[in-house]
């Protein structure tokens, strides 16, 4: 059975900086892709950042440059590194992936910016 598991979040000031750790179980965390999405209030949910089972990763357009995306294969563990963080990634943010044609979700960290 796969479990997704969030840490990391909080609350931060404008310009600050978090790392977001997503620890999976039940799969192979280096092997198949994983995300990272977002859902603000009143808000969709949000792709921010992706990373391949090759490893390519690709991000949305407002937190280019500033988030990275990465994994620990040891610990089977994905990570988000947010930097220079603004009120508008005030979010919850989820760690997914889709192994099997089926969606798994982690419960979500809340990441609030103050401005």
């Known amino acids: 059975q796969v479990h997704l598991v969030e840490s990391g979040g909080g609350l931060v000031r404008a310009g600050g900086s978090l790392r977001l750790s997503c620890a999976a179980s039940g799969i192979i965390a280096s092997i198949i892709t994983m995300d990272w999405y977002r859902q603000a209030p009143g808000k969709q949910r949000e792709l921010v950042a992706r990373?391949?089972?090759?490893?390519?990763?690709n991000y949305a357009d407002p937190v280019k440059g500033r988030f990275t995306i990465s994994r620990d294969s040891a610990k089977n563990t994905v990570y988000l590194h947010m930097n220079s963080l603004n009120p508008e990634d005030t979010a919850v943010y989820y760690c997914h992936t889709k192994p099997w044609s089926l969606d798994y979700w982690g419960q979500g960290t809340q990441v609030t910016v103050s401005s």
């Open positions: 990373i391949t089972d090759d490893s390519t990763v």
